[in-house]
């Protein structure tokens, strides 16, 4: 029988009321299934400030590793009350920390913190959190099984810090690792280099793990519980009624991840729409025994009544512009700065051209350093290199939109209503993406103004 993967992330590993929670949902699925988790909430964050802090105060590495066994102190009180049990585990969980304290203490020493070594340290919160889990399960009467990426052979490209799978070589190993009709239980964010180094894949990866390990184990779904509605036509955080989207394709789910959906980390749908893997999006906070997702993503999708699915936004862009009446006959140039950003690691995530200038769509946090390195790129046609920071991506998202007559029009006519300026626009690239660059300040009243034009 094929296996569910399901995956349940850090703002649910919060308190006890979350570990119910999730305890609950697994026993409301009574099947075996592959159960991926990452750390408890906010303790990624803590390890990576470690990595900094420790280094000039030695004293902070064990008020660290103290303030984390707290932490856990307090989860494992709530769900074991079997003192013999709740010692082993607690043990356990010291002599992880004690493992952890060496690293940190081995950077502290150095002086710095080698890339392998960052990637283990940042391991340590799904490690806890995945025995932990296992641990309160099987004192639950749950038959259950901890396998952790280094001994199933999720194998990685070794790309530290932001690594991707290869299935090639992991494919036969984890499924036939995780072939028991049991729960098995995989802490989710890491992988592990053709070395067996541990690599990670990247900030928020456990949901790609998931997707990785249903991909190998070609899963019946990949099931990712949220204390959200699923997709929602826009933010509720701006958008008081907002519509819950019930069927998206994997593109969709994909452009609106990349711009911004917090749903779903946007490497999520890569290693599953080749296999039509369905992705089911499901809210811990509304469960009762039967198990209905708030959105599906699969290949089939749907074009909706309004076109438009979503309205996104990410603050997480900014603009390079390289200007100079030549740049569009001058051959050459975006091969030079784009090896240069490969060489440097910025990633690049769009470019939009015109005769006279050239835009990359960076991080934010890349601006400077992409600006530094292309202004002593010594590049002809280019006459002015102008970064432009404070600004946000809106994004609108749905299947036919590139076939719509009326879209571009609604849109950028709710823009001049409102007075808002838009700086760059790129629609057609993608069959079912058009977004464009607005100053930051304008994001609420761009984000209402075309929630109201297309859904109210
Ligand atoms: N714990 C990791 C992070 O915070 C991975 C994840 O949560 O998906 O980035
Ligand atoms: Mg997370």
Same mark, same amino acid.
């Given at each position: 029988m094929k296996k569910i993967v399901v995956k349940f992330g850090g703002s649910n590993l919060k308190d006890k009321d979350g570990m119910e929670k999730i305890l609950q949902t697994i026993k409301n699925y009574n099947q075996p299934l592959v159960i991926v988790v990452s750390a408890f909430y906010g303790i990624t964050n803590l390890l990576s400030d470690a990595l900094t802090t420790v280094l000039d105060d030695e004293k902070k590495i064990l008020k660290l590793t103290k303030s984390i066994m707290k932490l856990k102190q307090d989860v494992i009180n709530d769900f074991i009350f079997s003192v013999e049990i709740r010692e082993e585990v607690l043990e356990e969980i010291s002599k992880m920390l004690k493992q952890l304290e060496r690293y940190l203490l081995g950077i502290y020493y150095i002086g710095d913190v080698p890339l392998f070594v960052e990637d283990i340290i940042l391991s340590y919160g799904e490690r806890m959190s995945s025995y932990i889990l296992k641990s309160i399960l099987s004192y639950q009467g749950v038959d259950c099984e901890l396998v952790l990426p280094e001994d199933m052979g999720?194998? #990685?490209?070794?790309?530290?810090g932001n690594a991707t799978i290869n299935y090639e070589k992991s494919k036969e190993f984890v499924s036939n690792r995780l072939s028991d009709d049991k729960i098995y239980i995989v802490p989710g964010f890491y992988g592990i280099s053709k070395d067996n180094k541990i690599t990670l !894949?990247? @900030?928020?990866g456990s949901d790609y793990s998931a997707a990785s390990i249903a991909k190998c184990i070609n899963a019946k779904s990949l099931d990712i519980w949220k204390d959200?509605?699923?997709? !929602?036509?826009?933010d509720p955080k701006i958008i008081p009624n907002t519509i819950q989207i019930k069927k998206l394709d994997y593109t969709e789910a994909a452009e609106l991840s990349y711009f911004?959906? /917090?749903?779903?980390?946007? @490497? #999520?749908i890569e290693p599953l729409s080749n296999d039509n893997i369905p992705i089911r999006i499901f809210n &811990?906070?509304? #469960?009762?025994s039967d198990i209905k997702p708030y959105s599906i993503i699969d290949s089939e999708g749907e074009v909706s009544?309004?076109? &438009? /699915?979503s309205v996104t936004y990410s603050d997480d862009f900014c603009v390079l512009q390289l200007k100079g009446p030549g740049v569009g006959i001058k051959p050459g140039i975006l091969a030079k700065v784009t090896s240069d950003f490969d060489n440097y690691k910025i990633n690049i995530k769009t470019v939009i051209t015109a005769q006279t200038s050239i835009n990359f769509l960076l991080a934010k946090k890349d601006l400077k350093r992409a600006f530094n390195h292309t202004k002593n !790129? /010594?590049?002809?046609?280019?006459?002015e290199i102008v970064p432009i920071d404070n600004v946000t991506l809106i994004a609108l998202v749905g299947k036919g939109l590139s076939h719509n007559h009326s879209i571009a029009g609604r849109t950028f006519g709710t823009m001049a209503r409102e007075k808002i300026n838009v700086k760059i626009i790129n629609s057609g690239?993608?069959?079912v993406a058009t977004y464009f660059i607005i100053d930051e300040k304008n994001t609420k009243l761009a984000i209402s103004a075309i929630h109201k034009e297309f859904f109210e």
């Amino acid at each position: 029988m094929k296996k569910i993967v399901v995956k349940f992330g850090g703002s649910n590993l919060k308190d006890k009321d979350g570990m119910e929670k999730i305890l609950q949902t697994i026993k409301n699925y009574n099947q075996p299934l592959v159960i991926v988790v990452s750390a408890f909430y906010g303790i990624t964050n803590l390890l990576s400030d470690a990595l900094t802090t420790v280094l000039d105060d030695e004293k902070k590495i064990l008020k660290l590793t103290k303030s984390i066994m707290k932490l856990k102190q307090d989860v494992i009180n709530d769900f074991i009350f079997s003192v013999e049990i709740r010692e082993e585990v607690l043990e356990e969980i010291s002599k992880m920390l004690k493992q952890l304290e060496r690293y940190l203490l081995g950077i502290y020493y150095i002086g710095d913190v080698p890339l392998f070594v960052e990637d283990i340290i940042l391991s340590y919160g799904e490690r806890m959190s995945s025995y932990i889990l296992k641990s309160i399960l099987s004192y639950q009467g749950v038959d259950c099984e901890l396998v952790l990426p280094e001994d199933m052979g999720l194998y #990685t490209d070794g790309d530290f810090g932001n690594a991707t799978i290869n299935y090639e070589k992991s494919k036969e190993f984890v499924s036939n690792r995780l072939s028991d009709d049991k729960i098995y239980i995989v802490p989710g964010f890491y992988g592990i280099s053709k070395d067996n180094k541990i690599t990670l !894949l990247g @900030r928020g990866g456990s949901d790609y793990s998931a997707a990785s390990i249903a991909k190998c184990i070609n899963a019946k779904s990949l099931d990712i519980w949220k204390d959200v509605n699923g997709f !929602l036509s826009a933010d509720p955080k701006i958008i008081p009624n907002t519509i819950q989207i019930k069927k998206l394709d994997y593109t969709e789910a994909a452009e609106l991840s990349y711009f911004g959906a /917090k749903v779903l980390h946007p @490497r #999520t749908i890569e290693p599953l729409s080749n296999d039509n893997i369905p992705i089911r999006i499901f809210n &811990i906070n509304k #469960t009762d025994s039967d198990i209905k997702p708030y959105s599906i993503i699969d290949s089939e999708g749907e074009v909706s009544k309004e076109v &438009i /699915k979503s309205v996104t936004y990410s603050d997480d862009f900014c603009v390079l512009q390289l200007k100079g009446p030549g740049v569009g006959i001058k051959p050459g140039i975006l091969a030079k700065v784009t090896s240069d950003f490969d060489n440097y690691k910025i990633n690049i995530k769009t470019v939009i051209t015109a005769q006279t200038s050239i835009n990359f769509l960076l991080a934010k946090k890349d601006l400077k350093r992409a600006f530094n390195h292309t202004k002593n !790129l /010594k590049l002809g046609a280019v006459n002015e290199i102008v970064p432009i920071d404070n600004v946000t991506l809106i994004a609108l998202v749905g299947k036919g939109l590139s076939h719509n007559h009326s879209i571009a029009g609604r849109t950028f006519g709710t823009m001049a209503r409102e007075k808002i300026n838009v700086k760059i626009i790129n629609s057609g690239a993608s069959e079912v993406a058009t977004y464009f660059i607005i100053d930051e300040k304008n994001t609420k009243l761009a984000i209402s103004a075309i929630h109201k034009e297309f859904f109210e």
